[in-house]
């Protein structure tokens, strides 16, 4: 069986916050942070919704495509989101 790796990219019902990350199960995590199943910034915020995310065969790919985006500016992470969902839509919905 081949791992997945997975660089996401969540926002808040607004859009105004962004929040990226790295998980092998995008499913799982993503629930997580819709259900606040852990306190942390997501939470605070209310950042549960997916609006861009990236599949990756190594956890060193993803590792590193995570560090490029976060060090990113938010107009670069705007233009990734818009370059594949222009309406920033939740696609939580897709991936289950």
Do not use: C
């Not at 549960?48 to 060090?71: C, G, H, W």
């Not at 990113?72 to 989101?81: A, M, Q, T, V």
Request: aromatic share 14%; net charge positive; hydrophobic share 35%.
């Amino acid at each position: 069986m081949v791992k997945q790796y997975f660089v996401y990219i969540l926002t808040s019902h607004k859009n105004t916050v962004l929040y990226t990350g790295i998980t092998n199960n995008l499913i799982k995590r993503v629930w997580q942070h819709k259900n606040s199943f852990v306190s942390s910034f997501t939470s605070k915020y209310k950042v549960n919704k997916l609006v861009y995310f990236e599949e990756y065969q190594t956890p060193y790919d993803a590792i590193a495509r995570e560090k490029q985006i976060k060090s990113g500016s938010r107009k670069k992470k705007i233009e990734l989101i818009e370059s594949l969902n222009p309406n920033w839509e939740d696609l939580y919905k897709e991936i289950i």
